[in-house]
């Protein structure tokens, strides 16, 4: 019994950290709610040139919460062989 709880709770661990471990995207700035310090967001919102996406990164804290900093980074497709 105790072999089955344990095997249960690692893949409930791993699933969990696999899932924060990607970065979110979303379609426009304005619908991250709450950036956290260090997280990053993609924004497919067009400003960016072609094969490029904008990333929104919760920068440094301030008086007022969290600074965000943006940038356009590539888009990174499926990987091919």
Do not use: N, W
């Not at 950290?17 to 995207?25: D, E, M, N, V």
């Not at 709610?33 to 904008?54: H, I, N, S, Y």
Request: charged share 25%.
């Amino acid at each position: 019994m105790s072999l089955r709880r344990t095997a249960f709770l690692s893949l409930l661990i791993s699933s969990v950290l696999a899932s924060t471990a990607h970065a979110a995207t979303v379609g426009r700035v304005e619908d991250i709610a709450d950036l956290k310090l260090g997280q990053r967001v993609l924004v497919d919102d067009g400003t960016c040139p072609a094969g490029q996406v904008k990333e929104v990164r919760g920068a440094k804290m301030t008086e007022k919460g969290v600074a965000r900093t943006s940038a356009c980074v590539p888009r990174y497709g499926p990987k091919s062989r």
